[in-house]
């Protein structure tokens, strides 16, 4: 379940950026997961549950963009729906590409909300 | 205090449990707590959008990077071993270090989550080694390694085995600041493991097929499985081995003194 050291590691950082802000709570997170970067989306989901318990994402909310997987042929150069890293080339059948998109595991922000004291 | 790592720890804890830290990185408290008794009229909260656009694993390649730069500079070979639990890790360390102890000079990071029986079977064979226990975590990250290495002091010109946790999913995108990563298999796993794990086969360099010995017992395709690795990693060298009589070892102690002598020549 490397899902869950992945929910910790995003927990480590939106803490630390939230404490940097001098944030008094976390109230939404937008991550951006791509679709070839071995997070199962449903073992994802269930690490988030227990793993943000106690932290300052309990009550976050979480957006999720996955991003689909997109190859590129080193022979032919052409650009493609990646759905598996062993997928041929459509145009030439070649199997050495290089991955441009899909791998991505990222915060894209944090909604925070400042304590503003008067 | 760590100061490589600024973990404000010694590696006490890389040998109890993993990755977490003393200082409890997840309780917090909001020090909000004046009294309301001044009245004027104000909001306490303000809505703000920090925008990040940070890689989750960020932290684990910088102190990969810094791994790899010592591994440089001391001119080691870092190996990063992995493999489904039974593959054969460990077993070809013995062989390897048995084999290769007038030729080369070793030491080896253990990762188990639990036991230190591993560590021990290599101690058996007079090499230095530390066992790092993950505990519930299925793989060793660049900051176990970090602080291992400390404690290891690997000398120069030598290699350094990094024995992963058995699991061939989470330890793919862990880089460990290794120079190499050489995925095991074993021909009783079937001839389609590449295609059911197929990040560990492309963040491979080698691929070893440890247990020919059993060949004439199993259904297993080798031509099948080199093409399914080919697949995915049309770069990927494969040695077919057996640790038990030895066939096939001779080549994978070859490649082992090419990368000691590439380093010292490049
Ligand atoms: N028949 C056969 N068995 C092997 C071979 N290599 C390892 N084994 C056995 O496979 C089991 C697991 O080996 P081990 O080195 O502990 O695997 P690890 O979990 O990957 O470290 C042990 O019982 C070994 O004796 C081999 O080449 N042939
Ligand atoms: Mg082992
Ligand atoms: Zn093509
Ligand atoms: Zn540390
Ligand atoms: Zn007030
Ligand atoms: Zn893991």
Known sequence: MHELSIVLNIIDIAEKEAKKADAASISAIELSIGKLSTIEPVAFDFAWKHGVKNSMLEHARRITNYIDGKGRCNKCSTEFLMEALYQPCPQCGDYFSEIIEGKELQIKSLRIEEKIET | ?266
């Open chain 2, 1 to 266: 205090m760590c100061i490589t790592c600024g973990c404000g720890t010694d590696e006490a804890h890389i040998v109890k449990d993993g990755h977490n830290h003393p200082e409890n990185h997840h309780t917090h408290h909001h020090g909000h707590t004046h009294s309301h008794s001044h009245g004027h009229d104000h909001h306490h909260v303000q809505d703000r959008l920090l925008h990040l656009e940070k890689d989750v694993l960020h932290e684990n390649a910088l102190l990969a990077e810094r791994n790899r730069g010592y591994f440089d500079a001391k001119e080691i070979v870092a190996i990063n071993l992995v493999s489904s639990p039974g593959s054969g890790k460990t077993m070809l360390l013995e062989c390897t270090l048995k084999d290769l102890k007038e030729d080369l000079s070793f030491c080896v990071i253990e990762g188990d989550q639990q036991t230190s029986l591993d560590a021990d079977r290599i101690k058996a064979t007079g090499t230095n080694a530390v066992q790092i226990n993950t505990g519930k975590g299925c793989h060793l990250d660049a900051h176990m390694v970090l602080h291992a290495v400390q404690e290891l002091k690997p000398k120069e010109n030598s290699v350094l085995f990094i024995e992963n946790v058995g699991n061939l999913v989470c330890p793919s995108m862990f880089d460990l600041g290794e120079n190499q990563r050489v995925v095991i298999m074993s021909v009783t796993e079937g001839d389609d493991k590449p295609i059911k794990y197929p990040d560990m086969f492309h963040t491979s360099g080698v691929c070893i097929i440890n247990k020919t010995d059993l060949l004439p017992y199993v259904p297993f395709d080798m031509d099948k499985a080199i093409e399914n690795a080919r697949k995915i990693n049309p770069e990927l060298q494969f040695f077919p081995v057996s640790c038990t009589t030895g066939e096939g070892l001779g080549e994978w102690y070859n490649w082992l003194k090419k990368q000691v002598r590439h380093l010292q020549t490049a």
